[in-house]
């Protein structure tokens, strides 16, 4: 698959009617847009229906799901309500796909490369949200009557996109709103996502290709979406000119949106674009629940701690607990999680002093009290979000420690981890990090005081199990 990189400045061009607005002039720029970082001043918060509903999910359950989130969690702070993709596909992964996993979403192909399936868009090639998995979008502005709904719990909407033009409004070769180009003008046939097939790449060297992202992200405005997930952004290879074109788009269209990139591991390489271009992007792969996974995040959240700033936050994925893969999609057989106690203890200490988003992953209307102790600890989810100078002090093949600030105070989190594969005591030698004194001790997932330290914090910590504590100087 072959991709142009980016080789001029994009076109200053401007829309029309986004949110009802005058007309926005689109200012591109190399080394700084105009994302709103407010929005994402502390790491996002949410759920998003990928790793339980696949590309399946319809209103009644996003809508149950929703209830579940206000009812239970939205007071600790989780207030993101995500539709994953597909959501323009009648009934995505309804056919045997002899090249795929069962239920994926591919469109069949005529021997030519014609769509055979067809997926909901308008005249100018937008995709819209289908009717018959989302009744209300029939007389309402998209998926506007949802976002109402999510609004109206004091919650926020978002929904996940894929890079490019659908293939079928390039081979009906449908026009670009308010410009006298066409898809074919601007899509790159030869640069298709790997993994699904619903749309061609779009030449961010080509009049009015800035113009047609500018008419998709006037839509999800007028939608009242909150946050976008841009997949299919960053591996392989890196989508520079479409992460330029998007970012733009997003910038000016009025409405102020977070933008998250995936998939991942995002190179390295690309840290100082791509977060000047979204608020958070992917560092790992997709996350699964499988210890390997999980350890291997702390090398990338380590690589990447150096770029954890307010707005802009590496993220290590979605979190994969509780009941996953809703008859058996996207991963694997249905099941509960197969991270062990000790392993959520783990994963979510990791998150949370790494400061990565957190985004739940689980079907949250059947089989949620075993995780909600893990998602409801107020001190541990303080950690992830008020925390600064978050960094890995230490790791071996058998343990890790993480260190962070409070804001504001002088106190110190500590996070231990036993990465072998039996019970141990790991030891954090406070001078490593110049902590004299005596502290005291709080363990911020059983609320318990443990005392007044001076020189040495140690915890037995089950296998592949974590500790996590707030260390006040005396």
């Given at each position: 698959m072959g991709y142009r990189f980016f080789l001029a400045v994009v076109f200053i061009t401007s829309f029309s009617n986004c949110v009802a607005q005058k007309s926005v002039k689109t200012k591109v720029s190399k080394t700084a847009i105009g994302l709103s970082r407010a929005i994402a001043a502390k790491p996002p918060m949410g759920w998003n229906s990928f790793d339980a509903y696949d590309c399946r999910i319809n209103e009644q359950e996003f809508k149950a799901t929703v209830d579940f989130m206000h009812k239970n969690l939205y007071k600790y702070g989780w207030d993101y309500a995500v539709i994953d993709y597909c959501w323009f596909n009648d009934n995505p992964g309804n056919w045997t796909n002899p090249r795929r996993r069962f239920g994926h979403p591919d469109i069949r192909m005529n021997a030519d490369g014609t769509p055979l399936d067809t997926l909901v868009m308008d005249e100018y090639g937008r995709l819209l949200p289908s009717e018959k998995r989302f009744p209300s979008v029939k007389n309402s502005n998209g998926f506007k009557a949802i976002a109402d709904y999510v609004h109206s719990k004091g919650m926020k909407f978002g929904i996940h996109i894929m890079r490019g033009i659908p293939r079928e409004a390039y081979y009906n070769n449908l026009p670009?709103?308010?410009?006298?180009?066409?898809?074919?003008?601007?899509?790159?046939?030869?640069?298709?996502?790997?993994?699904q097939n619903n749309l061609f790449g779009v030449d961010a060297t080509k009049p009015g290709a800035q113009e047609y992202y500018n008419s998709v992200?006037?839509?999800?405005?007028?939608?009242?979406?909150?946050?976008?997930?841009a997949d299919d952004m960053m591996y392989p290879p890196y989508h520079k000119g479409e992460i330029e074109l998007i970012s733009n788009a997003l910038a000016n269209c009025g409405r102020p949106m977070i933008l998250s990139l995936s998939c991942g591991e995002a190179p390295l390489s690309q840290a100082a674009h791509v977060s000047n271009y979204a608020h958070m992007w992917r560092i790992s792969g997709d996350f699964w629940d499988k210890w390997e996974s999980l350890e291997h995040n702390f090398d990338l959240m380590n690589a990447w701690s150096p770029f954890v700033k307010p707005g802009q936050w590496p993220d290590a994925d979605m979190l994969p607990i509780g009941?996953?893969?809703?008859?058996?999609?996207?991963?694997?057989?249905?099941?509960?999680?197969?991270?062990?106690?000790?392993?959520?203890?783990?994963?979510?200490?990791?998150?949370?002093?790494?400061?990565?988003?957190?985004?739940?992953?689980?079907?949250?209307?059947?089989?949620?009290?075993?995780?909600?102790?893990?998602?409801?600890n107020a001190d541990v989810l303080n950690v992830n979000q008020n925390s600064t100078d978050n960094r890995q002090v230490y790791k071996n093949e058998k343990y890790a420690i993480w260190i962070a600030k409070e804001s504001g105070t002088d106190n110190r989190y500590a996070a231990l981890f036993n990465l072998s594969d039996k019970e141990d005591k790991v030891t954090f030698d406070l001078e490593l990090e110049h902590l004299r004194g005596k502290f005291k001790v709080k363990d911020l997932w059983t609320g318990a005081n443990k005392g007044v330290i001076n020189g040495k914090l140690e915890a037995v910590i089950p296998s592949h199990g974590a500790a996590l504590f707030k260390l006040s100087p005396q």
């Open positions: 670009i709103k308010g410009t006298k180009y066409t898809a074919r003008d601007i899509a790159e046939p030869w640069d298709t996502c790997g993994w992200f006037e839509l999800y405005a007028a939608w009242g979406v909150d946050f976008i997930k009941r996953l893969s809703l008859n058996n999609r996207p991963h694997g057989p249905e099941r509960m999680s197969k991270f062990t106690i000790p392993e959520h203890y783990t994963l979510m200490t990791l998150w949370s002093i790494a400061k990565s988003p957190l985004m739940i992953g689980a079907d949250l209307l059947r089989d949620t009290k075993d995780i909600m102790p893990f998602l409801t």
